[in-house]
């Protein structure tokens, strides 16, 4: 009987123990999720656009003048040009806890679902039904974020949580094309492609780790060039005489009021050396952080799109898709 009652304590001891601890994982996680709903470099906000817009537009961001829309220069040879866009409808959120003692790692997926919107306007500026239409698509989006326990006397435990670094955001929808490489240079006041800023490839996005407080920084209303490598795996539809079988576009911003998108092109013109050479290239002028702030964090979505996704109602809905937060500062 002794023996029976010292066995039935240490099981209960142990069941208690086990109690505690999913307690205290349970609430660990509770911490984690609060740190991601409240850090402004995470999320997918401005992955929407709340319906279509011109391929090259700012809206809502600090341009040292009013924001201003303007309008898309590319003319097709039917004399008619492309508004695209997308309507969310629903997005959804799954974060996996792998947690240590002083480390933890979460691996955060967004699931976005919605419309995706194309219009064709004509000279008149009046919208041509016949090649206008909307598809639906599903985005699944994921990244890594790194949490450390850093000392804090002010705490009740002596400790607290806090992000450390996080991975760039990669995903998409279909297999057609993906981003190889991204790059990022200084441009010259002579208007030369000058020192390299940031470069990201594909082979390492997945654990590459960017320190939270060592985000991307680039000058307030300084001019940036970007560059895009992508692979194209066919069938490809062009829409020209170049060949051409995908756009790239810098999507950048903080949400659906403060957002901006260029269209960076594969046409042999400025930047682009050699056409339809799966390099797409074009010029940013850096936004501000805001009236009166000094600084500030945005996200960026550069994605590669087919162009029967955007040019074909039945042709599918391929994108491939990186994001990284950045941070603006004045000079």
């Known amino acids: 009987m002794k023996k029976l009652i010292i066995m039935t304590s240490f099981f209960v001891f142990i069941l208690n123990g086990c109690t505690d601890s999913e307690s205290v994982l349970d609430n660990t996680d509770s911490m984690l999720l609060a740190l991601l709903d409240e850090d402004?470099?995470?999320?997918?906000?401005?992955?929407?656009?709340?319906?279509?817009?011109?391929?090259?537009?700012?809206?809502?961001?600090?341009t040292q003048?009013?924001?201003?829309?303007?309008?898309?220069?590319?003319?097709?040879?039917?004399?008619?040009?492309?508004?695209?866009?997308?309507?969310?409808?629903?997005?959804?959120?799954?974060?996996?806890?792998?947690?240590?003692?002083?480390?933890?790692?979460?691996?955060?997926?967004?699931?976005?679902?919605?419309?995706?919107?194309?219009?064709?306007?004509?000279?008149?500026?009046?919208q041509i039904d016949s090649l206008s239409f909307t598809k639906e698509f599903t985005t699944i989006?994921?990244?890594?974020?790194?949490?450390?326990?850093?000392?804090?006397p002010a705490s009740p435990d002596g400790y607290r949580w806090?992000?450390?670094?996080?991975?760039?955001?990669?995903?998409?929808?279909?297999?057609?094309?993906?981003l190889a490489n991204l790059s990022f240079y200084s441009?010259?006041?002579?208007?030369?492609?000058?020192?390299?800023?940031?470069?990201?490839?594909?082979?390492?996005?997945?654990?590459?780790?960017?320190?939270r407080e060592s985000l991307p920084v680039f000058t307030s209303f300084s001019r940036i060039v970007a560059y895009a490598n992508v692979i194209n795996n066919g069938p490809e539809y062009t829409a020209d005489s170049t060949g051409i079988g995908e756009w790239v576009f810098l999507n950048y911003g903080r949400d659906r009021q403060q957002r901006g998108r260029r269209h960076l092109r594969d046409s042999?013109?400025?930047?682009?050396?050699?056409?339809?050479?799966?390099?797409h290239s074009g010029i940013m002028r850096v936004h501000g952080p805001g009236p009166g702030q000094i600084r500030g964090v945005f996200r960026t979505f550069i994605e590669t799109v087919d162009l029967a996704t955007i040019f074909v109602s039945d042709g599918g809905y391929n994108t491939s898709i990186w994001s990284f937060p950045y941070r603006v500062e004045r000079p």
């Open 268 to 279: 042999g013109l400025f930047f682009d050396e050699v056409m339809n050479d799966n390099i």
């Open 40 to 62: 402004e470099a995470m999320g997918v906000d401005g992955f929407d656009s709340g319906g279509d817009m011109d391929l090259d537009h700012d809206i809502g961001l600090e």
């Open 65 to 126: 003048g009013v924001a201003r829309t303007f309008s898309d220069t590319l003319s097709f040879g039917e004399g008619y040009r492309i508004r695209f866009g997308r309507q969310l409808i629903n997005r959804e959120r799954t974060v996996e806890f792998e947690t240590g003692e002083d480390t933890a790692i979460g691996l955060v997926t967004h699931t976005v679902n919605g419309e995706f919107i194309a219009t064709a306007i004509d000279t008149n500026q009046e």
């Open 187 to 211: 441009l010259t006041d002579s208007l030369e492609v000058g020192e390299l800023l940031y470069s990201f490839s594909s082979d390492e996005l997945g654990d590459l780790y960017i320190e």
């Open 141 to 152: 989006l994921v990244r890594k974020v790194r949490f450390v326990k850093v000392d804090d």
């Open 162 to 178: 806090k992000i450390d670094a996080l991975t760039p955001m990669v995903g998409g929808s279909g297999d057609k094309v993906a």
